[in-house]
T-cell receptor
Framework: QQQVKQSPQSLIVQKGGISIINCAYE??????FPWYQQFPGKGPALLIA?????SEKKEGRFTISFNKSAKQFSLHIMDSQPGDSATYFC????????????FGSGTQLTVLP | GAGVSQSPSNKVTEKGKDVELRCDPI?????LYWYRQSLGQGLEFLIY??????PDKSGLPSDRFSAERTGGSVSTLTIQRTQQEDSAVYLC???WGAGQNTGELFFGEGSRLTVL
């Protein structure tokens, strides 16, 4: 019930391409869905987040798409750049509580120049 | 600085030794978390402190692991009789406490532990 399943485990994209990372959850009580970005040697940092009252949220080249009925959400990185190469974690929580955050297993993204 | 500070950044120890890892959270954050990240793996929750409440220790993998938070601020994670499988990056994070939830965790850069 608390799991968040993330795929793919690793992703290689050419510069300028679209990177897509998918996550699925079971617990319908989840109501806050953030994505964290982690560069090598650094801690994860919040990238973008969505609540289930909207189906899409866009910030620059990063977009979260949310499908409540399918219990799935995804991160799209448009015009991917080598600087986007990092590990991305999806997460979900109840009532927006950081304490209740459940993380996916992570996706290592490599954007080739 | 204004971020979460962790020390040491790297620690190499021999099997069987005890280690202490320190975390200094963002000023004003009442919630503090420890996570473990093994090579190429996800984030494993270890322990959570919120204000003066009893900590949630449900993620600690064994009784060799313990943590304290003094004065509601600095926290120390202690691993006794270290084993090779304890080798990982230990991440500390802090957040605003209950009633001010933004759902955002602020992570430090981690302490990389290597047990030989």
């Amino acid at each position: 019930q608390q799991q968040v399943k993330q795929s793919p485990q690793s992703l290689i994209v050419q510069k300028g391409g679209i990177s897509i990372i998918n996550c699925a959850y079971e617990n319908t009580a989840f109501d806050y869905f953030p994505w964290y970005q982690q560069f090598p040697g650094k801690g994860p940092a919040l990238l973008i987040a969505i609540r289930p009252d909207v189906s899409e949220k866009k910030e620059g080249r990063f977009t979260i798409s949310f499908n409540k009925s399918a219990k799935q959400f995804s991160l799209h990185i448009m015009d991917s750049q080598p600087g986007d190469s990092a590990t991305y974690f999806c997460a979900a929580s109840i009532s927006g509580s950081a304490r209740q955050l459940t993380f996916g297993s992570g996706t290592q993204l490599t954007v080739l120049p | 600085g204004a971020g979460v500070s962790q020390s040491p950044s790297n620690k190499v120890t021999e099997k069987g030794k005890d280690v202490e890892l320190r975390c200094d959270p963002i000023s004003g954050h009442t919630a503090l978390y420890w996570y473990r990240q093994s090579l190429g793996q996800g984030l494993e929750f270890l322990i959570y402190f919120q204000g003066n409440s009893a900590p949630d220790k449900s993620g600690l993998p064994s009784d060799r692991f313990s943590a304290e938070r003094t004065g509601g601020s600095v926290s120390t994670l202690t691993i006794q009789r270290t084993q090779q499988e304890d080798s990982a990056v230990y991440l500390c994070a802090s957040s605003w406490g209950a009633g001010q939830n933004t759902g955002e965790l602020f992570f430090g850069e981690g302490s990389r532990l290597t047990v030989l």
